[in-house]
């Protein structure tokens, strides 16, 4: 979300490792970076490493952190302490457990830190350390990232807590895409009928991980955790928060934690991060409810231009969406619902695409069977109307009345289904 986001990339690494989300090794690829870095940087490493001395050799033990711990199948294997900041991964200490898999750090920091325990090829754990805690962390398994325990570190734990439930959010997800595609397999099968049933458990698992979430963040605001909740990925496209539908945790986290601990590297680019968005949502104005949205003019599938403001007079749904987007293909056939139940009583659908690939484009609008008004400049995310209604994730969508006034949101499954059925009540005139 900010930076390079490192902590959402730790994140979304440990699911890919299980192989849920592609072939790419994000561990080797954060030691890759790891070794890179420190050989690119030896100079400053060492240095690093000589301040850290001298510091322990003149600071008092009040700011001392111990972080000892027992990986059980990881005997005589090497693991390293590194810090993680807002776009690199700091190389700090190394060593090799001993025959039982015990091993022991000693740290110093003035002011909450995230750090990195980590192995070539079992997995990392992400701590937030503390002055003067003294943290004990143990695993009995031979890939560390999701079955281990800590104490001594109530904010550390709030990271293994939230780390556990993007696990199985994460597998809840992949379990749902893995039943879609099987179904599609299955000659004669209603396949838009199946994706109504995926969409609401797809809805449903992120609905909880977003739950439990906002939880921890409303609960421990003062916390670090709240930034690496707020940076969730179920996968590398597919945030647990975005930042113009969920500003008000953004800003709730930042007051706090900018109030707090101003002089920690995490906080500082959190804030800036807020503060940056804060000004690019301020220019969206516009596109609060109530309010008209700006024209779009763009070129359909033959080639010809559509006009958002030729359906005034209608109800119309502006969607966002792109044929490479899982969660909008999922969403789809809701629309497709919404559109045969109402379309006789004037409720319109204007589609822009943010593909790339007008063969792809037209190959989703065959395939979900999107009978309505379709409009695309091919340019990914350098969509001109993208830009202009500051669109930073989709599927996205705005209802309009027929005067063009935005009414609502980002309305998806049966929220939108709620929405036209209050508009289009029997007896009741556009």
Known sequence: ??????????????????????KNDAINSLFSH??????????????????????????TEKNNIVITGKFDKL?????????????????????????????????????????????????HIALIVKPKEQIAVFSDTAFISYQY????????????????????????????????EAARSVPGINIDSIKLVLNSDYELAMDAQKKFSTGLVENNFTSLACILALSQYINPKLPVFRFNNDYAWYEMTDSALWARYPMSSQVIAFHEFVKQRTEERKKVVQ?????????????NPNGDTTSLYALRGNYVLLDFWA????????????????SKKYAKKGFRIFQVSLDKSKTEWLKAIEA?????YHA????????????????????????LNPEGKIIAKNLRGKALTVALDSIYQPGISK
Do not use: H
Not at 88 to 103: M, R, V
Not at 287 to 299: N, T, Y
Not at 368 to 372: A, K, V
């Open 1 to 22: 979300m900010y930076g390079s986001n490192i902590i959402g990339k730790l994140f979304v690494s440990n699911l890919q490792l299980f192989g849920y989300f592609g």
């Open 34 to 59: 790891f070794i890179q870095t420190y050989t690119k940087n030896m100079k400053q490493t060492m240095l690093l490493f000589a301040a850290i001395l001298l510091f322990t050799a003149c600071s």
């Open 75 to 123: 005997k005589n294997v090497a693991i390293r302490l590194s810090e993680i900041g807002p776009d690199l991964i700091t190389p700090l200490d190394s060593l090799t457990t001993d025959s039982t898999g015990a091993f022991s750090f000693n740290y110093y920091s003035d002011f909450p830190k995230f750090i990195l325990i980590s192995t070539q090829k079992n997995g």
């Open 149 to 180: 325990t800590v104490g001594g570190s109530f904010d550390s734990d709030l990271v293994r807590a939230l780390t556990m439930q993007l696990f199985k959010t994460g597998i809840k997800i992949k379990n749902i895409e893995q039943q879609y």
């Open 287 to 299: 596109f609060e409810i109530g309010s008209i949205p700006p024209e779009i003019k763009l070129p």
């Open 323 to 338: 044929s490479w987007c899982k969660p909008c293909r999922t969403e789809n056939p809701v629309l497709v619902e919404n």
């Open 368 to 372: 979900d069977g999107l009978t309505w």
């Open 376 to 399: 695309s400049d091919l340019k990914y995310w350098n969509s001109e109307p993208a830009k202009v209604y500051g669109i930073n994730n989709i599927p996205a969508n705005f209802l």
